[in-house]
Structure formats: structure tokens, C-alpha cells
């Protein structure tokens, strides 16, 4: 009774990582949810490291040497070799497309470039860009694989990034836009910001610019306002409503309304709690940013939440994704994490003795009868 | 708004916390007040931490079972047992843990599909269906809401639709003496 490949949903199925911090030659199958489970070190944040620097990339937002992106400091330090591999296979209703992306470092003077960049389905290409030492070049190619135009391209960047959307791209455009909808954070609730100039149409790393964010998702989906609104009604005791102050000429405050006792009053993002920004922020990203086409890789989304409010998000999460969240890929080394996840959707990451990470489904572990797979962890018995 | 959760949901794996979250939740219970306890192991030997889990659940229902509305849902698949056999083994298994049978008024159902939660499915999903036979897999859990409510539909009418399989039959009775009736859902 095997369970039938899910098509439709877009969903990156597989990333592949060499010569990246403790990643080398590492190869992760991932689903619509996955857990990655692993010891301290083992590289599960090293992976959404990986999907915030391409994603950086591919967004225009970043060069390739820079600090988020994949600057020779990531080099993997016992390896000798200087190109780093990327791959990423996404599918996209019925297509299956392949990005991969090589970088070339110079050590001593730890310059980098894009030497190969390559959009393909099927093997077949879609976009490609060479660095070779003659030149640097960019060939372009249609949705059915006929040779388009040959132009140079700038190798301390993703020259795809630069490609405009076209009639005949929509396979190259459709995985941009997929690729830049990738939420790559880790929030430390301390670091949001309470007011806002623009609209971030991406969550940054820690989630600085939430409100930023938050008034982008809220122009793009206010139907969605009441419901999200109830659902934190439920979480927050005395939670109302949230609103956008204007306090300058673009600039707005978020504000978060409570009642107590029947008293309403309002307190500004950073004068409430740590733990009720991150609830705020997390039933956001599932209820907010629900049909936008947003994945998410969260790192210890758990942190700053109440126990008992971790599973009732989970049950969310994990009934948005392959829908109105097309996929969701969660760090953590939480239990409630663990054992509501790790049966099915969780790998765990490994360090082998030289020293590179490998993944084994959390359901090869061998769990004692009764136990539950945190406690298996916790003890170090699933070895 | 503090959490408290008043159902415990037992089961072996995914498909089978799918269907009755989703069943629980269509006659109106929200999910923050459900607790999930999910096998690690997942479907084939997910009975055995079923089964182990059981008698600390119940345990904790009877410490509770005097506040309102307190209930312990356990599903468990048959797999090539009867109905009979699972739900006995799982109250001896409670027994083995110091816990005394279920008790007549006590609000803990054990939902026993047979030969599994496919079973089920597929005659929600019209079929006619043998309980020895093998169903196939949804291709993702939460895809069972309309085999949920199709059931709720039939339970609106109180009436299955026939021939229904025995073990369904059965479910709908534990559900009705062991939670309508005692006013838990």
C-alpha cells in the first residue's frame, strides 16, 4: 500500500549541497512537511542557510559573496576543494525543473563566483550561464527548449535572477516566483521592528521586519484578517485585534489590541511579549500568508511559544501544507515537535565520522515499545 | 485564551488522526481543545504503542473524568484481528497497567476499522468493501474531509449506508453509548 506521489502542489523535492560547511555531498528528500531532527552541529541549519542564500540569489537581492549568501567563509574548512555545488528540484504542477548553481572560491583572496548556473527540465535546459576563462555567458532558451538569446552575464551574481519575465519563460518565470516566496527564518522576536516605511513582500531572516511584512500580506489577502483574527483570539488571552497606526507620512506602527476586563487598550508590537510576537508572527505565516504561494523554512519555530500552544500550530501547519502553505520544512529539537512529526515526516541528520552529514528518515529509528521518539532522543538510543 | 484540552486522541498513524480530529472537530469540537498522542512508529506496529499507551491514558481520563466533558478517543486498526480481539486486548492491556475495564458512563471510545482506516474510507467514498481486502492509501491524509463528512452526513440520518462494514456499525455505536450519549461531543 504504497501512498501515491502528490502532483500538483508546488514543492521543492530534493536539495543537494557539496562543500558547504558541514555539508558535503549531501543529498535531502523533502516533502510537503518534513522535520529535521539532529544534534547540535549536524547542519539542519546549515540546510536553511543554503535556501535563504539562493533564495537571496535568485531574488536580485544579493551577490554571491555576500554575508547571507555563500561567501568562501562557508567553504567546507576540511575539504580542499573550492567549488560548491547547489541543486534544487522543484516540481511545479506537472514540471519537474532542476536548479543548480556552482561556486568557485579563491581562498587567499577569498574572492567567489558564479562558474555555472543552470535552470533545466528533464535535462533539458531552460537558462544557463558559464563562466569559463574566456568568457562569461548567459544562453537563454524558450519554454520548449529552443536555443533563445546569447549575451553576457556578470558572474558575482545569479544571472537568472536578471531575466524578465517573458511570453515564451513562464517555466523559468513560474520557478522565480516560487523561489523568491521562500520564507527562510528563524525568529528572535526581540529584533521585530514596531514600525514600517514600506512593504517587505519577504520575511526576513529573524523576522525583523515583521510589521513590514505583515502590511504586505495584509494588502494582498484582508479577507483573511477576520479569521487569522479569531484563530489569535483563541492563543492570546485578551488578544482583539491588530491595527496599522499611521505615525508619519508612509510610516505605521503596529499596534495589537487586548481587552482586559472589559478595559481595551492598545500596546505597540515591541511592548508585548516575546512569545506572544512570535505567536502572532507564526499564526501569520499560516493563516495570513495562506494561498500566496509562500513555503516556509522555519528554524525552531517552537522557541518563545507556551507548551501547550505548540501542537494546536502544528495541527495548522501540517493542514495548510501541500494547499495554502505548499510546504513547510521545520528544525527542531523540541518534543512536541518530535513526536507529533517524527514518525513520518521527520530525518535525522547525522555527522559520520569524516565528518559529513547524512539523513535517514526518523522512522528507521529504533523506538522502544511505549516510549515516545523525544524520549528515545533524549536518552540517545535511536543510535 | 489559556488552553485546556478535554480529548485525547490515542491512535496508530496520521490517517487515523486525520479522520477523527476531523470528525471531532465536524461536530464542534475545535482542535485546541484536542490533544493528538501519535505512534512513532507509524501504521503496522503503531498497535503496540496504541495498546502500551492506552493504560496511562485512561489513567489520566479517570483523574480528570470529573471535570466536563472529558474524553479518550482510541482508534486502532484490526489488521487481520476481529473488532473483539482489539478492543480486548487493548483492556487487557489497561488492565495489565492497573486499570479496571471501562466503566459503563465512562467517555472512552475505542474505534476499531477493519482491516484498517482505508477500509472505511473507501466506503465513504461509495464503495462497496470487503473487510479482509485491502484499500488503498490517500494520497494525503488531510484529502479524508470528504469521507468525514460524508459519515457526519449519515450519522445526521442515522443511518448508514448498506451494506456498511460491521466494523463501521460498530464504531457507530461506541460513538453513540460511549460519547453522544455521555455528552462529551
Request: no cysteine; hydrophobic share 25%.
Given at each position: 500500500m504504497t501512498r501515491r506521489s502528490g502532483k500538483g502542489s508546488p514543492v521543492i523535492k530534493r536539495l543537494y549541497v557539496d562543500n558547504y560547511k558541514s555539508l558535503v555531498n549531501f543529498e535531502l528528500q523533502l516533502t510537503e512537511l518534513t522535520l529535521l531532527l539532529g544534534p547540535n552541529g549536524v547542519g539542519k541549519t546549515a540546510v536553511l542557510d543554503v535556501m535563504f542564500g539562493v533564495r537571496r540569489l535568485l531574488s536580485g537581492q544579493a551577490k554571491v559573496t555576500d554575508t547571507d549568501a555563500?561567501?568562501?567563509?562557508?567553504?567546507?574548512?576540511?575539504?580542499?576543494?573550492?567549488r560548491q555545488v547547489f541543486e534544487i528540484d522543484v516540481t511545479l504542477g506537472e514540471d519537474e525543473l532542476r536548479y543548480r548553481l556552482e561556486v568557485e572560491h579563491e581562498r587567499t583572496t577569498r574572492k567567489a563566483r558564479v562558474v555555472l548556473e543552470r535552470l533545466e527540465a528533464k535535462g533539458r535546459p531552460l537558462f544557463v550561464f558559464e563562466k569559463t576563462e574566456e568568457r562569461a555567458e548567459v544562453r537563454l532558451f524558450r519554454d520548449n527548449h529552443s536555443a533563445g538569446p546569447v549575451f553576457g552575464g556578470d558572474w558575482s551574481e545569479s544571472a537568472l535572477a536578471r531575466v524578465p519575465p517573458a511570453h515564451d519563460n513562464t517555466r523559468l518565470t513560474r520557478f522565480l516566483d516560487f523561489m523568491r516566496k521562500v520564507i527562510v527564518c528563524g525568529m528572535y522576536?526581540?529584533?521585530?521592528?514596531?514600525?514600517?516605511?514600506t512593504e517587505d513582500s519577504v520575511l526576513e531572516r529573524d523576522a525583523r521586519n515583521f510589521a513590514a511584512w505583515y502590511r504586505h500580506v495584509l494588502l494582498e489577502r484582508p479577507e483573511l484578517v477576520p479569521e487569522f483574527t479569531k484563530a489569535l483570539q483563541e492563543v492570546i488571552d485578551g488578544f482583539r485585534g491588530i491595527r496599522m497606526e499611521r505615525v508619519g507620512l508612509d510610516t505605521r506602527a503596529l499596534m495589537v489590541a487586548f481587552d482586559q476586563s472589559g478595559e481595551r487598550y492598545e500596546l505597540r508590537l515591541d511592548e508585548i511579549s516575546d512569545g506572544q510576537r512570535a505567536l502572532i508572527a507564526l499564526y501569520s505565516l499560516v493563516r495570513l500568508a495562506a494561498g500566496q504561494g509562500y513555503s516556509l523554512f522555519l528554524d525552531e519555530p517552537d522557541n518563545y511559544i507556551a507548551l501547550a500552544e505548540i501542537q494546536p500550530w502544528l495541527i495548522e501547519l501540517a493542514d495548510a501544507c501541500g494547499g495554502e502553505v505548499p510546504q513547510a520544512v521545520l528544525c527542531s529539537h523540541h518534543p512536541e515537535l518530535i513526536d507529533y512529526l517524527g514518525g513520518d515526516r521527520g530525518l535525522v541528520l547525522k555527522r559520520e565520522s569524516s565528518g559529513s552529514t547524512v539523513v535517514r528518515p526518523s522512522s528507521e529509528l529504533a523506538v522502544e515499545g511505549g516510549l515516545r521518539l523525544s524520549e528515545v532522543i533524549a536518552r540517545g538510543w535511536e543510535r | 485564551m489559556s488552553r485546556s484540552v478535554n480529548t485525547v486522541i490515542l491512535c496508530e498513524d496520521r490517517q487515523h488522526e486525520a479522520f477523527a480530529r476531523r470528525f471531532l472537530e465536524r461536530i464542534g469540537?475545535?482542535?485546541?481543545?484536542m490533544r493528538v498522542e501519535i505512534s512513532p512508529k507509524g501504521r503496522g506496529s503503531g498497535e503496540q504503542f496504541v495498546r502500551e499507551r492506552f493504560a496511562k491514558e485512561l489513567a489520566f481520563y479517570r483523574a480528570r473524568q470529573?471535570?466536563?466533558?472529558q474524553a479518550l478517543v482510541v482508534m486502532i486498526d484490526a489488521d487481520n484481528r476481529t473488532v473483539a480481539t482489539r478492543v480486548h486486548q487493548a483492556e487487557e492491556a489497561a488492565k495489565e497497567g492497573g486499570q479496571e475495564q471501562r466503566r459503563a458512563r465512562e467517555r472512552v471510545a475505542i474505534f476499531v476499522p477493519a482491516r484498517s482506516i482505508e477500509t472505511w474510507l473507501a466506503y465513504l467514498d461509495g464503495q462497496m468493501v470487503d473487510e479482509k481486502a485491502n484499500y488503498p492509501r490517500l494520497e494525503r491524509e488531510r484529502d479524508c474531509q470528504r469521507h468525514v463528512d460524508c459519515l457526519h452526513r449519515m450519522c445526521q440520518s442515522r443511518a448508514l449506508r448498506l451494506p456498511a462494514p460491521p466494523s463501521l456499525e460498530a464504531a457507530c455505536t461506541e460513538y453513540c453509548i460511549r460519547l453522544h450519549s455521555g455528552g462529551a461531543v
Open positions: 555563500f561567501p568562501t567563509s562557508t567553504l567546507t574548512r576540511w575539504q580542499k576543494r573550492d522576536p526581540a529584533s521585530f521592528q514596531t514600525e514600517s516605511s | 469540537k475545535g482542535h485546541r481543545v470529573h471535570r466536563v466533558e
